[in-house]
Protein backbone atom coordinates (compact mmCIF):
# COMPACT_ATOMS: atom_id res chain seq x y z
CA UNK A 1 0.00 0.00 0.00
CA UNK A 2 2.50 2.26 1.11
CA UNK A 3 4.62 1.95 -2.22
CA UNK A 4 0.98 2.67 -4.35
CA UNK A 5 1.03 5.77 -2.28
CA UNK A 6 4.41 6.72 -3.06
CA UNK A 7 4.23 5.78 -6.43
CA UNK A 8 0.46 7.40 -7.38
CA UNK A 9 2.42 10.54 -5.45
CA UNK A 10 5.31 10.44 -8.15
CA UNK A 11 2.72 10.25 -10.96
CA UNK A 12 0.62 13.17 -9.94
CA UNK A 13 4.09 15.06 -9.54
CA UNK A 14 5.36 14.43 -12.90
CA UNK A 15 1.86 14.84 -14.31
CA UNK A 16 2.04 18.53 -12.76
CA UNK A 17 5.57 19.18 -13.34
CA UNK A 18 4.39 17.86 -17.13
CA UNK A 19 1.89 20.98 -16.85
CA UNK A 20 5.27 23.22 -16.38
CA UNK A 21 4.42 24.17 -12.99
CA UNK A 22 0.85 25.66 -13.71
CA UNK A 23 -1.70 22.59 -14.06
CA UNK A 24 -2.55 23.82 -17.34
CA UNK A 25 -1.54 21.62 -20.34
CA UNK A 26 0.50 23.49 -22.66
CA UNK A 27 -1.00 22.76 -26.89
CA UNK A 28 2.21 24.64 -28.08
CA UNK A 29 5.09 22.09 -26.37
CA UNK A 30 7.05 20.88 -28.83
CA UNK A 31 7.79 18.02 -27.28
CA UNK A 32 4.12 16.96 -27.36
CA UNK A 33 3.30 17.05 -30.68
CA UNK A 34 3.12 21.12 -31.24
CA UNK A 35 5.25 22.44 -34.51
CA UNK A 36 6.96 25.36 -36.15
CA UNK A 37 4.38 26.68 -39.17
CA UNK A 38 7.66 27.94 -41.16
CA UNK A 39 5.81 29.87 -43.81
CA UNK A 40 3.83 32.27 -41.42
CA UNK A 41 7.07 32.68 -39.07
CA UNK A 42 9.40 35.51 -39.05
CA UNK A 43 12.82 34.78 -40.10
CA UNK A 44 15.28 33.96 -37.27
CA UNK A 45 18.01 36.67 -36.60
CA UNK A 46 20.99 36.72 -38.29
CA UNK A 47 24.56 38.93 -37.72
CA UNK A 48 26.40 39.93 -40.74
CA UNK A 49 30.18 41.13 -40.65
CA UNK A 50 30.65 44.51 -40.79
CA UNK A 51 34.20 44.59 -43.28
CA UNK A 52 33.27 44.10 -46.99
CA UNK A 53 35.38 41.12 -47.55
CA UNK A 54 33.94 39.13 -44.84
CA UNK A 55 30.51 40.60 -45.48
CA UNK A 56 31.74 39.07 -49.23
CA UNK A 57 32.80 35.53 -48.34
CA UNK A 58 30.18 34.67 -45.76
CA UNK A 59 27.81 35.27 -48.91
CA UNK A 60 29.52 33.04 -51.22
CA UNK A 61 30.66 30.43 -48.11
CA UNK A 62 27.91 30.84 -45.67
CA UNK A 63 30.68 31.17 -42.84
CA UNK A 64 31.21 34.04 -40.52
CA UNK A 65 27.15 34.84 -40.08
CA UNK A 66 26.12 34.43 -36.49
CA UNK A 67 22.17 32.65 -36.95
CA UNK A 68 20.16 32.92 -33.93
CA UNK A 69 18.62 29.86 -32.45
CA UNK A 70 15.29 27.98 -34.48
CA UNK A 71 12.22 28.91 -33.76
CA UNK A 72 11.19 25.81 -32.36
CA UNK A 73 13.20 27.10 -29.54
CA UNK A 74 10.60 29.03 -28.13
CA UNK A 75 8.16 26.27 -27.71
CA UNK A 76 10.55 24.20 -25.45
CA UNK A 77 10.96 24.63 -21.62
CA UNK A 78 14.59 25.05 -21.39
CA UNK A 79 13.95 29.57 -20.21
CA UNK A 80 17.94 29.61 -19.16
CA UNK A 81 19.80 32.68 -20.23
CA UNK A 82 20.38 32.60 -24.20
CA UNK A 83 17.82 30.22 -25.01
CA UNK A 84 15.37 32.02 -27.01
CA UNK A 85 14.57 32.41 -30.52
CA UNK A 86 15.64 35.73 -31.91
CA UNK A 87 13.76 37.51 -35.03
CA UNK A 88 15.29 41.13 -36.34
CA UNK A 89 13.87 44.32 -35.16
CA UNK A 90 10.76 44.96 -32.64
CA UNK A 91 8.02 43.55 -34.98
CA UNK A 92 7.55 40.08 -35.95
CA UNK A 93 5.26 36.71 -35.19
CA UNK A 94 5.58 32.91 -34.09
CA UNK A 95 2.96 30.57 -35.83
CA UNK A 96 2.63 27.33 -34.00
CA UNK A 97 0.41 23.96 -35.31
CA UNK A 98 -0.90 23.11 -32.04
CA UNK A 99 -0.65 19.49 -31.05
CA UNK A 100 -4.31 19.06 -30.49
CA UNK A 101 -7.33 21.16 -31.49
CA UNK A 102 -8.72 23.11 -28.88
CA UNK A 103 -11.01 26.05 -27.77
CA UNK A 104 -7.89 28.26 -26.21
CA UNK A 105 -8.53 30.20 -22.91
CA UNK A 106 -5.18 31.54 -22.37
CA UNK A 107 -1.52 31.94 -22.97
CA UNK A 108 1.38 32.38 -21.09
CA UNK A 109 4.76 33.73 -21.84
CA UNK A 110 7.93 33.12 -19.97
CA UNK A 111 11.33 35.15 -20.23
CA UNK A 112 14.59 34.78 -18.02
CA UNK A 113 14.81 36.41 -14.71
CA UNK A 114 15.18 40.20 -14.54
CA UNK A 115 17.43 39.05 -11.61
CA UNK A 116 20.00 37.47 -13.89
CA UNK A 117 19.63 38.43 -17.30
CA UNK A 118 22.24 40.93 -18.64
CA UNK A 119 19.14 42.60 -20.35
CA UNK A 120 15.55 41.99 -20.81
CA UNK A 121 15.27 45.05 -23.33
CA UNK A 122 14.88 42.34 -26.51
CA UNK A 123 11.60 40.94 -24.09
CA UNK A 124 8.59 41.52 -26.33
CA UNK A 125 5.85 44.20 -24.83
CA UNK A 126 2.78 44.29 -26.80
CA UNK A 127 1.61 41.36 -28.57
CA UNK A 128 -1.38 39.96 -30.09
CA UNK A 129 -2.63 36.06 -30.06
CA UNK A 130 -4.71 34.76 -33.59
CA UNK A 131 -6.14 31.51 -33.94
CA UNK A 132 -6.94 30.23 -36.97
CA UNK A 133 -10.44 28.32 -36.88
CA UNK A 134 -10.63 24.54 -38.34
CA UNK A 135 -11.43 25.82 -42.25
CA UNK A 136 -9.57 23.37 -45.16
CA UNK A 137 -9.94 26.55 -47.50
CA UNK A 138 -7.99 28.60 -44.49
CA UNK A 139 -4.93 25.94 -44.71
CA UNK A 140 -4.13 26.82 -47.96
CA UNK A 141 -2.80 30.37 -46.44
CA UNK A 142 0.34 28.58 -44.51
CA UNK A 143 1.94 28.14 -47.06
CA UNK A 144 1.92 31.72 -48.29
CA UNK A 145 3.35 34.27 -46.07
CA UNK A 146 2.93 36.99 -48.12
CA UNK A 147 -0.92 36.33 -49.12
CA UNK A 148 -1.85 36.48 -45.49
CA UNK A 149 -3.20 39.13 -43.95
CA UNK A 150 -4.46 38.78 -40.34
CA UNK A 151 -7.96 39.77 -40.19
CA UNK A 152 -9.01 39.76 -43.73
CA UNK A 153 -10.99 36.30 -43.19
CA UNK A 154 -13.59 35.29 -40.51
CA UNK A 155 -11.56 31.92 -40.21
CA UNK A 156 -8.94 34.66 -38.40
CA UNK A 157 -10.09 34.84 -34.55
CA UNK A 158 -8.66 37.72 -32.53
CA UNK A 159 -8.15 36.56 -28.89
CA UNK A 160 -6.82 40.27 -28.02
CA UNK A 161 -3.59 42.15 -27.19
CA UNK A 162 -1.77 42.12 -24.30
CA UNK A 163 1.73 43.47 -22.67
CA UNK A 164 4.45 41.66 -20.84
CA UNK A 165 5.37 43.82 -17.90
CA UNK A 166 9.58 42.89 -17.61
CA UNK A 167 9.30 44.72 -13.70
CA UNK A 168 6.69 41.85 -12.95
CA UNK A 169 7.31 38.03 -12.88
CA UNK A 170 9.06 35.84 -15.52
CA UNK A 171 6.17 33.68 -16.22
CA UNK A 172 2.88 35.72 -16.80
CA UNK A 173 -0.63 34.23 -18.29
CA UNK A 174 -3.17 36.06 -20.34
CA UNK A 175 -6.47 35.16 -20.52
CA UNK A 176 -8.02 35.59 -23.98
CA UNK A 177 -11.35 36.04 -25.25
CA UNK A 178 -13.46 33.01 -25.34
CA UNK A 179 -14.18 32.50 -28.54
CA UNK A 180 -16.85 29.13 -29.68
CA UNK A 181 -14.68 27.88 -32.35
CA UNK A 182 -11.92 25.55 -32.31
CA UNK A 183 -8.62 26.25 -33.42
CA UNK A 184 -5.74 23.72 -34.35
CA UNK A 185 -3.16 26.75 -35.02
CA UNK A 186 -2.04 30.12 -33.65
CA UNK A 187 -0.06 32.90 -34.18
CA UNK A 188 1.72 35.32 -31.16
CA UNK A 189 2.33 38.59 -33.22
CA UNK A 190 4.58 40.53 -31.52
CA UNK A 191 3.98 44.66 -31.97
CA UNK A 192 6.89 45.87 -29.94
CA UNK A 193 9.61 45.01 -27.63
CA UNK A 194 11.26 46.72 -24.60
CA UNK A 195 13.48 49.15 -26.54
CA UNK A 196 16.00 47.06 -28.41
CA UNK A 197 15.68 48.24 -32.15
CA UNK A 198 18.20 44.82 -33.15
CA UNK A 199 16.13 42.23 -32.15
CA UNK A 200 13.68 40.87 -29.75
CA UNK A 201 14.32 37.20 -28.39
CA UNK A 202 11.56 34.85 -27.22
CA UNK A 203 12.33 32.27 -24.30
CA UNK A 204 8.64 30.59 -24.21
CA UNK A 205 5.25 30.66 -25.79
CA UNK A 206 2.67 28.43 -24.30
CA UNK A 207 -1.15 27.81 -25.20
CA UNK A 208 -3.78 26.63 -23.16
CA UNK A 209 -7.14 25.16 -23.39
CA UNK A 210 -9.59 22.87 -23.79
CA UNK A 211 -9.83 19.81 -26.31
CA UNK A 212 -12.38 20.13 -28.48
CA UNK A 213 -13.69 16.73 -27.93
CA UNK A 214 -13.90 16.95 -24.27
CA UNK A 215 -15.75 20.16 -24.38
CA UNK A 216 -18.42 18.18 -27.23
CA UNK A 217 -19.17 15.41 -25.21
CA UNK A 218 -19.85 17.94 -22.19
CA UNK A 219 -22.11 20.54 -24.20
Known amino acids: MVRQEIRKAVEEM ?23 ISPLTSPTYEQWPTQWYKMAFAKLTGHGITRGKPPVTALQPDVHVGQCWPFAGQKGQLAVLLSRQI ?7 DHVSKTIAMGTTSAPKEFEIWGFADDEQDKDNFDNEHKLKLGSSPNHLFFGRFVYDINGLPVQTFEVNRLNKPV ?7 INNWDNPLYTCLYRFRVHGVHSNVKSQTS
Open 103 to 109: YVTAVTY
Open 184 to 190: KAIIMKV
Open 14 to 36: LYTYSQDKLNKADFALSTGGAKI
